[in-house]
């Protein structure tokens, strides 16, 4: 009987890691993706439990055995490229270094002080807060004066946001690229006379209790990367992006932004849930120009939200990027997810 449930395990397991592969955007389909390290050493831990039951001159056997290994290369293939090379670097003078804190609070949370503390120790020049309501803003008050400029964005529904910044601030917009419900920020900022975009961003997730598909959780980084790509300046974007930083839909939006995901080789530096570490994955993610340099890159203490804060400094080395030229194909699957999240927005809001 043992036997029989690691074989039924083995295979429902690898049949789970290739599901993201479909193209289905359903949750069901979606959610394996956020998965991969727990599938992978599920799946590792089946292996060597089935290995001692199975018999190697039944051809049913060593199928199911194929199966399960085809499973772990499938998630380890994925996931390797994100294995930290302790690529942490310290830029030359530290005065070149602009220090940024992402954090999603978690709206029901009123463990205010919690990040008070943290930002008065990590002293950021940007705090992006996510999930920011009227509470969270007045609460945070306190901190207020540590900064040239606030942009609030309060709302009641998880998806309020502020953004806290000591450096100049030359122009900002709060935007709402595919539903009135989500907003984002853009602002235009200057660092030792260097110009740059922030882009602070949280689409709404593909889950059983919120939204049925990815459409308008894909649409809106499609959207926001095809404005990227217009752009000519240098660019940093943070956020819970509510998608694993090895999805498709997560490289998609580095190609057509020509923008590079800061995890790359630097550690999977996983968020999501808090409160669980063995479940945790990456979905408060960077992605930033080829001309601004990642220094350090980690998450911090717990706040009391569902997400660990995501602290990390960079530098910029150049005001302008080259324009990306998106291939055809590419631009025309852009269009389309854009297309489906727009009408997805009126149908599942």
């Known amino acids: 009987?043992?036997?029989?449930i690691f074989k039924i395990l083995g295979i429902l397991?690898?049949?789970?890691?290739?599901?993201?592969?479909?193209?289905?955007?359903?949750?069901?389909?979606?959610?394996?993706?956020?998965?991969?390290?727990?599938?992978a050493a599920l799946l590792i831990v089946t292996l060597g439990i089935t290995s001692l039951f199975i018999s190697f001159t039944s051809i049913i056997d060593?199928?199911?055995i194929l199966f399960i290994i085809a499973g772990i290369c499938c998630n380890l293939i994925i996931i390797v490229p994100y294995i930290s090379l302790n690529k942490n670097i310290q830029p030359a003078e530290k005065q070149s270094e602009i220090v940024v804190l992402s954090v999603n609070v978690k709206q029901e949370n009123s463990n205010y002080k919690h990040l008070i503390q943290l930002a008065k120790k990590i002293q950021p020049d940007i705090l992006l807060t996510i999930e920011t309501n009227k509470d969270w803003?007045?609460?945070?008050?306190?901190?207020?004066?540590?900064?040239?400029?606030?942009?609030?964005?309060?709302?009641?529904?998880?998806?309020?946001?502020?953004?806290?910044?000591?450096?100049?601030i030359q122009e900002y917009k709060i935007n709402y690229l595919i539903a009135n419900e989500y907003p984002s920020i853009k602002a235009k900022m200057r660092f030792n006379n260097f110009a740059f975009d922030f882009w602070g961003i949280h689409p709404p997730p593909p889950s059983p209790t919120e939204k049925t598909t990815s459409k308008q959780k894909d649409a809106e980084l499609m959207k926001l990367a095809k404005i990227i790509s217009e752009s000519e300046n240098q660019t940093i974007?943070?956020?819970?992006?509510?998608?694993?930083?090895?999805?498709?839909?997560?490289k998609l939006f580095g190609k057509i932004s020509n923008l590079k995901d800061a995890r790359k080789k630097r550690g999977i530096h996983p968020t999501f849930p808090a409160n669980y570490p063995?479940?945790?994955f990456p979905i408060d993610l960077i992605f930033h120009s080829n001309d601004i340099q990642i220094g350090h890159l980690k998450t911090v203490q717990l706040?009391?939200?569902?997400?660990?804060?995501?602290?990390?400094?960079?530098?910029?080395?150049?005001?302008?990027?080259?324009?990306?030229?998106?291939?055809r194909e590419v631009e025309n699957l852009a269009d389309k997810t854009i297309q489906q999240g727009k009408k997805a927005a009126i149908f599942e809001n």
């Not at 974007?237 to 997560?250: E, L, M, P």
Request: hydrophobic share 40%; net charge positive; no cysteine.
């Open 1 to 4: 009987m043992t036997e029989i």
């Open 13 to 39: 397991l690898a049949i789970f890691s290739f599901l993201p592969f479909f193209s289905s955007k359903h949750w069901f389909f979606r959610i394996f993706d956020f998965l991969r390290i727990q599938l």
């Open 137 to 168: 803003e007045n609460n945070l008050k306190e901190i207020e004066s540590n900064f040239k400029t606030v942009i609030r964005a309060p709302k009641e529904n998880r998806y309020g946001m502020h953004l806290y910044s000591k450096l100049d």
């Open 278 to 280: 063995l479940f945790r």
């Open 237 to 250: 974007v943070a956020g819970d992006f509510n998608n694993v930083t090895w999805s498709k839909t997560s």
């Open 62 to 64: 060593l199928i199911v």
């Open 303 to 327: 706040i009391g939200s569902d997400h660990l804060p995501l602290h990390f400094s960079f530098t910029i080395h150049s005001e302008t990027k080259k324009k990306n030229n998106v291939d």
